[in-house]
């Protein structure tokens, strides 16, 4: 497939799912849509970023992570192949309507019926895969603060070409693929991956979250984030205190869709 840009790879992807939706496509929960938005590819359309750039994009998405999830099904938050941007690990909750008060309870994973031992090891993985997740989250979050001190010059611009391969290896090495936003992408494709929203065959959802993603790749790539984005804290107390409102705001953007 070549590559989609620009008013004419809208429209291509418009008519796409709108050709598959009358073909009766469906989409099951466990689908995913990936967006791929250029980063150090020079020879695709799209601006080449910079250190400080990339840093930034990674830092404001996780600054909205808990709102963006609010944004999505039910089965795209806490799933393994795009966990979010965020530093502790997180558990969902039922709430139950009493006569008294609502009651909040830690709620589990589904599994299948498999045994009480089987159940209780594929438990005990998920819940070891979501702390190693926020743990590995620190970790990029420091080494993007280290890159971005650098220098702010584009990826492709600032070292030579075997140094290029080892900032994107480094990268790499701090982060999972199966991230809300992928880095590892940047070595493979020359993107960033943004890889939490569930696959429809619902021409309007689709672009308007490939439209949402894109609109906050360039007005966030220029915003600086080191007043909160030097530890991992304060990035998580802005994290907890973001609203859809403030978003809509920032992006100056139309957000009644979600």
């Known amino acids: 497939s070549p590559v989609l840009a620009g008013s ?22 466990a689908v995913s849509m990936h967006v791929h938005v250029n980063a150090v590819a020079k ?20 600054c909205f992570q808990l709102v963006i999830n609010s944004m999505l099904q039910d089965s795209r938050v806490n799933t393994p192949a795009a966990m979010p941007l965020v530093f502790r690990r997180y558990q969902k909750i039922r709430v139950s309507k009493g006569k008294q008060r609502a009651v909040y309870v830690l709620r589990s ?25 926020a ?55 020359g993107t960033l991956e943004f890889r939490a929203f569930p696959a429809t065959s619902d021409p309007e959802r689709a672009l308007r979250w490939v439209a949402f993603v894109l609109r906050l790749v360039e007005h966030f790539k220029d915003r600086d984030c080191d007043a909160y984005c030097k530890s991992w804290e304060d ?23 979600w």
Request: zero cysteines.
């Open 109 to 133: 994973e589904r599994h299948a019926p498999w045994s009480h031992r089987q159940t209780s090891v594929v438990q005990e993985f998920f819940a070891k895969m979501k702390r190693v997740s």
């Open 135 to 189: 743990q590995q989250n620190r970790h990029v979050l420091r080494k993007l603060n280290e890159f971005a001190e650098r220098d702010d010059k584009p990826v492709g611009q600032t070292f030579q070409k075997r140094n290029v391969r080892r900032y994107i290896a480094l990268v790499e090495q701090s982060s999972r693929r199966s991230s809300q936003v992928n880095l590892q992408s940047l070595a493979a494709h």
């Open 235 to 257: 990035l998580e107390v802005r994290q907890q205190h973001a609203t859809l409102d403030m978003l809509e705001k920032d992006l100056q953007m139309n957000m009644t869709y």
């Open 43 to 62: 020879e695709q359309p799209g601006d080449v970023l910079s250190n400080k750039q990339i840093r930034n994009v990674w830092v404001h998405y996780s």
């Open 8 to 29: 004419l790879g809208m429209r291509s992807v418009a008519e796409f799912l709108a050709a598959a939706k009358h073909m009766g496509m469906q989409t099951g929960p």
